[in-house]
């Protein structure tokens, strides 16, 4: 018996004309979360990806995990395939089905018939593989309201599927089907959210991470690494971006009044991040900021941060509070590295009331009485670079 996944679009089915780019760019992603599982075959029609296993000892449970944190899948089916002959379905699913029935009180079918040349319409389908199902496990009873199991067979174009599992995918769009944009991660529970939110929305993200020794720490930046690392596994492949930022935190401390030190220096990252967005192609800067969580995140404080950036800044957790965006955290596994109790630049040298209405004019007033461009040129040539790929120990760039 041949057993293959069904990944089924999930936002993708609803586009128009441009259907096909984001169908390439879905099955190009799967076939990289898969390369290394096994060999498969792919194919796709009506709105689903067929993944076949092309050898023997492919490991479909591995490729179906893989499968669930790629975005742009709806639902992920495993299946048995048989030919569109009823007969040789029921012949078969009592070996089929066994394990997923294994201790399990109830069930109910669903069937579908997208080949309409099938001679038996979908109610009929039903009721006969529901008496088979009942006579190869005579143990079970049927709840259509809330079974334990949901058996299901789809008479699909090239062959009759049959599964006992539907696994609700990522959902969102592929990854690269939106463009490409910087996260500002720093080590906290927010950014790591953040970045998974817009990576769902199709953007390719790349990260981007002040660090300022020896005040911060080589394993504050570890841990922030092993976020990205953590991070690939939604994201896909990451550049990192490791911006030193001990000068220009020095400089604001010796040169700008102190009650401003926080908003400024929030513009100054996100200066910096303005210059490896324009060299490199990135559309936007992400951050994970959300409203009133502490002093550089009030209104007057984003209006300040926000007036430093020349692309849009995506906050997609803005209007969230500390445990929704923790419970994500914990759902994509970034939550317990987060928690690591290491510095982050942003509290080096951070003053102890920091304004939580800077005022706009007099703090650019601040800004201009230092000349921070050099400082920023200097800190974007000394950045190093990283790549974290997708299931891979990690390489150097530069
Ligand atoms: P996190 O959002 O990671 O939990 P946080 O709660 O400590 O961080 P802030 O320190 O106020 O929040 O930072 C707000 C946002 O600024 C972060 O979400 C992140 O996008 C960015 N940021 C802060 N520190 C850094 C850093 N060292 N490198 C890169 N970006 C940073
Ligand atoms: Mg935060």
Do not use: W
Request: glycine fraction near 6%; charge should be negative; hydrophobic fraction near 40%.
């Amino acid at each position: 018996m041949k057993e293959i996944i069904l990944a089924k679009y999930g936002e993708i089915a609803l586009k128009g004309e441009n259907k096909n780019t984001f169908e390439d760019m879905l099955l190009r992603n799967i076939k990289r979360r898969l390369k290394k599982v096994g060999r498969f075959d792919y194919s796709r029609k009506q709105s689903t990806i067929y993944i076949e296993p092309s050898e023997d000892g492919a490991d479909i449970d591995e490729a179906v995990r893989r499968l669930k944190n790629v975005f742009g899948i709806g639902a992920i089916q495993k299946c048995a395939v048989f030919p569109k002959d009823f007969s040789a379905v029921v012949q078969n699913l009592g070996e089929y089905l066994a394990d997923a029935l294994e201790g399990v009180k109830t069930f109910k079918i669903e069937a579908k018939r997208s080949d309409k040349t099938f001679p038996m319409k979908s109610p009929e389908i039903q009721q006969q593989l529901g008496d088979a199902v009942l006579d190869a496990f005579p143990h079970l009873g049927v709840d259509v309201h809330n079974p334990e199991v949901t058996v299901r067979l789809e008479i699909r174009d090239n062959g009759a599927y049959l599964s006992a599992e539907r696994i609700i995918g990522a959902g969102g769009m592929p990854v690269g089907s939106s463009g490409k944009a910087l996260l500002m991660l720093s080590g906290g529970i927010d950014s790591p959210v953040a970045g998974y939110m817009m990576a769902k929305r199709g953007l390719v993200v790349d990260c981007i991470h002040y660090v300022s020794p020896p005040y911060t720490s080589e394993r504050a930046r570890l841990k922030v690494e092993k976020l990205c690392e953590e991070m690939t596994e939604f994201c896909g492949d990451i550049i990192f971006y490791c911006v030193p930022f001990t000068e220009i935190q020095e400089a604001l401390r010796d040169n700008c009044p102190e009650q401003y030190f926080t908003v400024l220096m929030r513009r100054l990252m996100v200066k910096i991040a303005n210059k490896i967005c324009e060299r490199d192609g990135y559309g936007a800067i992400i951050t994970g900021e959300s409203l009133a969580q502490v002093a550089s995140q009030t209104l007057p404080a984003l209006y300040c941060t926000n007036a430093a950036a020349e692309f849009p800044v995506f906050r997609p957790v803005i209007g969230m509070d500390k445990i929704e965006i923790t419970e994500i955290s914990r759902k994509i596994g970034t939550y317990e590295t987060s928690i690591m109790p290491y510095e982050d630049c942003c509290t080096v040298f951070s003053p102890k009331h920091p304004r939580t209405k800077p005022k706009f004019d007099e703090v650019i007033d601040a800004e201009s009485s230092f000349d921070f461009d050099k400082m920023i040129d200097e800190a974007v040539a000394k950045i190093e670079v990283k790549r974290f790929k997708y299931g891979e120990e990690t390489v150097f760039l530069d």
